[in-house]
């Protein structure tokens, strides 16, 4: 399984990701060719340059602004952006998944709901830029897995839009309920709402580094250079070495007077606010009333999220939970030749041995619409280069 390790010793901000994912290795013409499927209204550049913090050598990636307009936008007009772009599925649920915490925050801080919240600077061009830009870089690298350390939020104050401000800011505060956090003491903000909306929103663990066989890594610099204090985000690539068991949490409740067609709006937002698994059941409850048993499974640090969701999005009075363990196959995707052209498979494994190959169901949906195929035939094909390529 692969996994970055995001280590925030010195804190973490959108800059600092795309900093550490340049420095790993993706080529400054691969984000120029992607970002440019954003369809921005207004200019910006991209370049990279070499910065030390303290001994170490870091990539410190800019993003020059040339035209602010729009200055502000809400979080309808940048999903609009992002949903409109021809950028792949899942990078846009993702990038989507991460303003939807900041406007939460934004408006848990300053009032009013979500739709109200101008994010100011981060509705800026620079911020949409290091959002989308660092799940890009993420998604490119094929990572099965996201783990990070505490994150390191720093201390004093910070002039804003919203005028001067405690370090950590409030929408820190608020994006970091429940993810373990630190301060070193420094007088500077370390932590960003942007850094902390990406990290929060595609990491699955909060902790130590696990047991890694290392591939490679990636320092990303800060902006401002500290005394006695390397200012770097530094992402580690590398595969477990830990079983693919893990614990989880399946929360459960019986529901008997919900129009049905609510499920699929409450099912699509538990599964984007991270739930590893939901499902119905049909059952029979007492007095024999035909009734359905919503189940998901999610990780311990987001019950109250998926029980708040589950609450407010059926008619629920209660929900039950308790601990169960999985065992799973180690998982990566691979990229291989086809008559339909290059296709990613997921490839599933276990201790060496491969069980599966299958086709990812995005790219074979994109490939049926743009040649006009059934989909059917799109995996009948894969399934032909996935027999020649694997022996299987």
Request: glycine share 8%; with cysteine.
């Amino acid at each position: 399984m692969k996994i970055a390790y995001f280590d925030c010793f010195s804190g973490i901000s959108g800059d600092m990701i795309l900093g550490a994912l340049a420095d790993l290795g993706i080529e400054l013409s691969f984000f120029q060719k992607e970002l440019k499927k954003l369809n921005l209204q207004g200019g910006y550049s991209l370049s990279y340059r070499k910065l030390k913090r303290g001994i170490i050598e870091t990539t410190k990636v800019d993003v020059k602004v040339t035209d602010q307009s729009p200055a502000k936008r809400n979080l309808k007009d940048i999903c609009q952006i992002i949903e409109k772009s021809s950028l792949s599925k899942n990078i846009q649920e993702d990038s989507i998944k991460i303003f939807q915490r900041l406007a939460k925050a934004e408006a848990a801080v300053h009032g009013g709901s979500i739709d109200q919240v101008h994010f100011h600077e981060v509705g800026a061009i620079d911020s949409i830029i290091d959002i989308v830009g660092s799940v890009i870089g993420l998604h490119h690298f094929k990572i099965s897995k996201i783990i990070s350390s505490p994150i390191n939020t720093g201390s004093g104050f910070v002039k804003c839009d919203h005028g001067t401000l405690p370090v950590p800011a409030p929408a820190v505060l608020e994006l970091l309920k429940g993810f373990p956090c630190f301060s070193s003491g420094h007088k500077q903000e370390l932590a960003t709402p942007t850094g902390v909306a990406i990290i929060t929103a595609m990491a699955e663990i909060f902790g130590p580094m696990p047991n890694l066989i290392v591939d490679n890594s990636g320092y990303g610099a800060g902006d401002a250079e500290l005394e006695d204090l390397p200012n770097a985000l530094r992402i580690i690539l590398g595969n477990s070495l830990t079983p693919t068991k893990e614990e989880l949490f399946i929360l459960e409740t019986n529901i008997d007077d919900m129009n049905p067609e609510f499920y699929e709006l409450a099912m699509e937002k538990l599964f984007a606010a991270g739930a590893a698994d939901v499902f119905l059941t049909p059952i029979i409850m007492k007095k024999n009333r035909p009734a359905t048993k919503l189940s998901l499974l999610t990780p311990q640090k987001n019950i109250e999220l998926m029980a708040n969701i589950i609450l407010e999005n059926t008619t629920s009075y209660g929900i039950r939970f308790h601990p169960v363990q999985r065992i799973m196959l180690e998982r990566e995707l691979q990229k291989i030749e086809t008559s339909l052209g290059n296709v990613d498979v997921k490839i599933g494994k276990r201790e060496g041995k491969i069980f599966h190959v299958s086709p990812e169901y995005e790219r074979c949906k994109e490939i049926s619409k743009e040649k006009n195929m059934p989909i059917k035939k799109v995996y009948e094909e894969i399934q032909t280069a996935i027999s020649k390529a694997f022996n299987i």
